[in-house]
């Protein structure tokens, strides 16, 4: 068996797996012989991943930001979770800190650092000892870029915690990719113009000379769930935008 082995009769549960990283982590697990299960909010985002999906899988709707809406989700669970990995979106809770509102950090948390505990502790009965949880985290957590000291505060708390769940939790293996800029429907709510502008501006300051592909953090997800001496492992996949520069 090679450490990245094939993925033939296992199960993964992929939260945020309606669109962007969660949606290629999902199609690369299923093209692998996973089967797999996509959740998120909105049923027709679900079904419509799930056609270009493909492969053995299915979708459900969840929201993660709804207590009873997960423990219902998993008390249903009829099978073993060989793998879970948590993507879902949480867009509030970024801008100067002078003027963030703290409302908006506290939604930042509600909408990704609860859920992604919430989810944990609902799907651990659920999970298979000798398999993964994979946290999509953010690169804003371990980087210092003006205006995202609150997403630093959620996904710096939610990569904190990968070690120690790591040995907490062992021999179930947990893991976190940390993005940089990935060009997703992340980035829907600003207008296209200006989003091109960012990103041409991102791409001339980012070492690799672009901004990521949802496929990029994808293949980390799939090397972490596929190699089982992985684990309390933070990477970054950032095309080298977060490298201090020692100005
Ligand atoms: N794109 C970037 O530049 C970037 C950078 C760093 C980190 N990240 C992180 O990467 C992860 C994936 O983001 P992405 O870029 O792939 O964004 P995306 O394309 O917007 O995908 C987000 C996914 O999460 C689902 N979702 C959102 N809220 C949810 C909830 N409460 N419960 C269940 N599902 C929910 C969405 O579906 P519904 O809306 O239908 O629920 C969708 O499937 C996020 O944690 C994000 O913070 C992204």
């Known amino acids: ?59 459900r709707q969840l ?44 939604a930042g948390f509600d909408g990704k650092f609860w859920p ?15 398999g993964s949880v994979t946290f999509v985290t953010a690169a804003s957590a371990g980087a210092a870029f003006p205006g995202t000291a609150g997403l630093a505060a959620i996904n710096g708390a939610l990569q904190a915690m990968v070690p120690p769940l790591a040995v907490e939790l062992a021999p179930l293996r947990v893991n976190a990719v940390s993005p940089g800029v990935i060009d997703t429907a992340w980035w829907s709510a600003v207008p296209a113009e200006q989003r091109a502008e960012i990103f041409d ?7 690799v000379g672009r901004v990521g592909r949802a496929e990029d953090v994808a293949g980390v997800i799939r090397m972490l769930v596929g190699n089982t001496f992985m684990t309390g492992t933070v990477i970054d996949c950032t095309g080298g935008v977060n490298l201090p520069t020692g100005r």
């Open 63 to 106: 929201d993660g930001a709804d207590p009873e809406q997960v423990r219902a989700f998993f008390a249903d669970a009829d099978r073993k979770i060989d793998h879970l990995v948590l993507s879902l979106s949480g867009a509030a809770g970024s801008g100067p800190i002078a003027t963030l509102e703290l409302d908006q950090l506290a």
């Open 1 to 59: 068996m090679t450490q990245s082995h094939s993925l033939q009769g296992q199960y993964a549960v992929v939260v945020g797996g309606s669109s962007g990283v969660g949606e290629a982590a999902a199609a690369m697990l299923a093209a692998d012989g996973a089967e797999v299960l996509i959740a998120g909010r909105d049923q027709g985002r679900l079904d419509a991943a799930r056609e270009r999906i493909g492969g053995k899988s299915a979708a």
């Open 201 to 207: 501006g991102l791409a001339a300051a980012t070492p």
């Open 116 to 130: 992604f505990l919430r989810i944990l502790q609902a799907a651990l009965p659920h999970l298979s000892p000798e």
